[in-house]
């Protein structure tokens, strides 16, 4: 197990299906064949989802705030348990303590990523389950999402979404930003960082020579600056630096089509969360995998939130979690990726 990487895995907000996949997923064998796994959470709420589903435990349990949980496990599940009373009873609905305990639950993740490599509580990278940002805010945190809390935690100088599946890959300029707002936030540095992250990403993915299509932010790219001017001003000069800089990238194009010619690019770079967000979720929901560009840290994530609507039943799927798993091991694999595995 000592020459295995850890991963480790975030239980998300504990009223939502992140403690079921967790459970459906490490109860695949195949899954520990690479990696061992750490889970950060409360081991009485993964123990209740299991009993649901007809699921043995097959973790070993360490109190988070015990000794032993600074010393070597030779174990291949470990559950670092850190509860909250009350969890067991809450409602599937945002509340106050699912938003302090997912959230710390995230801080001592990154908190054990960033420690020295001989480290016992050294893991290589992290898996969040969904968190429910309402039950952040109520707890009083002002963190937008996962995203922001890894940037400034591990001093990451930028970043960017990128989602990856077998039909697509986007990469979003702008990430967790009301529409209204998008206009005074974006710019010709965040266009290009988005760009030029995508570049490195798809080389991190095993793609050599990586084509990039970039959209527009107006409906017909802004039907040359009639319908808007931000492809002229930002989007364009990003576009012809990032090409001064060697990366085959071409557009702005209508976001309303690029999506439809996927096999002539290997990445795509949206401007705004929902706008490449849709195609992503039509074309691959359950199986893409949300990895966060720029991080000193492998951190990956499914494709979905927290879905209080189904926590109560079976029928969590835990697809894109078992997906978020294997990027990440891949990722911190010394063997290069190879694009037809994705």
């Known amino acids: 197990m ?14 939502g299906i992140g403690p079921q996949i967790i459970a459906k997923a490490i109860s695949d064998r195949k899954l520990l064949l690479h990696n061992r796994i750490v889970i950060y959470g409360a081991n009485d709420v993964l123990t209740l989802e299991a009993d649901k589903c007809g699921i043995n435990p097959n973790w070993f349990r360490v109190d988070a705030k015990s000794n032993r949980a600074s010393q070597p496990i030779d174990s291949a599940i470990v559950v670092l348990d850190d509860s909250e009373e009350g969890l067991l009873h809450l409602l599937r609905e945002p509340s106050i303590v699912g938003g302090v305990v997912s959230k710390r639950w995230v801080e001592i993740a990154i908190e054990d990523s960033l420690r020295k490599p001989n480290d016992p509580r050294k893991i290589d990278a992290i898996v969040t ?21 890894f940037a400034v935690r ?8 990128m989602f990856v599946s077998e039909k697509l890959r986007v990469v979003l300029a702008t990430c967790h930003i009301p529409l209204m707002d998008i206009r005074n936030v974006l710019t010709i540095g965040k266009v290009h960082d988005a760009i030029d992250l995508a570049f490195q990403g798809c080389k991190q993915l095993g793609i050599e020579s990586p ?6 932010l107006n409906p017909h790219a802004g039907e040359n600056g009639l319908l808007g001017d931000e492809e ?11 090409r001064n800089n060697g990366i085959d990238v071409r ?11 996927l096999e002539s690019f290997d990445v795509v770079v949206a401007m705004y969360h929902d706008q490449g967000l849709l195609p992503v979720k039509l074309l ?34 835990p697809h894109s979690l078992i997906h978020a798993i294997g990027l990440a091991t891949a990722l911190i694999s010394p063997k290069p990726l190879l694009k037809s595995t994705l």
């Not at 000592?2 to 009223?15: L, Q, R, S, V, Y």
């Not at 389950?129 to 002002?142: F, L, T, V």
């Not at 084509?211 to 527009?216: F, S």
Request: hydrophobic share 40%; glycine share 8%.
């Open 232 to 242: 002229v001003r930002l989007i364009e000069p990003a576009i012809k630096l990032a």
């Open 211 to 216: 084509r990039i299509a970039v959209t527009g």
């Open 251 to 261: 557009g702005p194009f209508p976001a309303d089509t690029i999506f439809t010619k």
């Open 129 to 149: 389950a969904p968190i429910c940002k309402q039950s952040w805010q109520m707890a009083g945190y002002k963190w937008a999402g996962h995203t922001e809390l």
């Open 154 to 161: 591990t001093k990451a100088k930028r970043h960017a979404m």
């Open 2 to 15: 000592n020459n295995k990487p850890t991963i480790g895995i975030t239980m998300g907000d504990p009223a």
């Open 284 to 317: 691959s929901f359950g199986s893409a995998v949300n990895w966060t560009l720029g991080l000193p840290i492998v951190r990956t994530s499914p494709d979905h939130g927290t879905a209080f609507d189904i926590a109560d039943t079976k029928d969590a799927n």
